[in-house]
């Protein structure tokens, strides 16, 4: 029987289908193939109407088939009704994997899917792979990100959730024939909790490090508030968001939120500008995929150079304020 890889779209408060729901379509392909040809499937729970206006997302990242639930209850996210569509979905059609993005949806969702099916599920995945068993090898940091551990589950689906920013998405399209299934949820479910407004947090509108296509980071070498204020300014000029080292975070330059690393975000913006950051590998790994990298260190021999595109041997006090001139020079 042919396996199935379903793969939760999670559709923004924006109207967009979440960037890391691209990235998992394109591990899909990979995974797919290890298991015999897989074919690879969407689900997808919104308000009326929506799935015909991202369908082309389905069918260039080649998706066979889509699930489509829906209604006007689902225009806002609502744990009981969410899981209960998947959980139907599951049910009927038995896939052997499914995936969902570790987004603050997802990390809700999955875990009350998975409880409910009596199945494991592997959370804040960094890498998925297939064993010579056929089964789903999910790897994520833990101990405090001191270890990599690979996780099988044993019983079906076997569910992941992965970070955003992991994958890269695919790099040419995979058109396939989709065929969108529309279907509708049969259980009464009585939503225990009512949304009655969203207010998005201003500073998080501001700062989306999960869809900013530049990053400016700043690391213990910018040293103080008045040195951070800096790498907030440059990510101004430059319409991009602010990133954090631990160092930084730790010497309270910056909100955890805004650490990356393996025991922060993962980023692959296309730009990302390490001011005053060594270049730890529990950094790095957060952001190495990243288009282009550009380093600021006084230090010449700091491994954050090891990866970067572009490099300035020198002190970030006196380069961002250049910089900034500069790019205030470009748009005057
Ligand atoms: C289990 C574990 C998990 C971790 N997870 C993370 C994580 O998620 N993210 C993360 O970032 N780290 C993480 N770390 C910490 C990591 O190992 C490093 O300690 C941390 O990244 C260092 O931060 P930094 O580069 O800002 O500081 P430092 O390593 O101290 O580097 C500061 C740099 O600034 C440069 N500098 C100084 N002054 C200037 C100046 N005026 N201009 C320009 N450059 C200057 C210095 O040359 C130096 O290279 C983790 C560690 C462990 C053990």
Known sequence: MTKEILIYAEVTKSGYVHPVFFTLAAKAQELAQKLDDAIISALIITSKGKTETVKEGFVKCGFDK??????ERFGNYNTELFSSCAIELVNEIHPEIFLIGATTQGRDLGPRISSSLHTGLTADCIELDINEKGMLAATRPTFGGKLMATILCKNHPQMATVRPGVFKPLEQDVIRNTEIIYKNITSVVTPKVELIDFIKGLEDELNDLDSAEIIVSGGKGMKNAEGFKLIESLAKALNGAVGASR???????????????????????????????????????????????IAINTDENAPIFDIADIGYVGDAFEIIPQLIDKLSQKTD
Do not use: N, W
């Open 66 to 71: 889509v699930y489509a639930f829906e209604d």
């Open 247 to 293: 160092g930084a975070v730790e010497m309270g330059l910056a909100d955890h939120k805004m650490q990356i690393g393996q025991t922060g975000k993962t980023v692959s913006p296309k730009l990302y500008i390490a001011c005053g950051i060594s270049g730890a590998i529990q950094h790095t790994v957060g952001m190495d995929s990243s288009k282009r990298i």
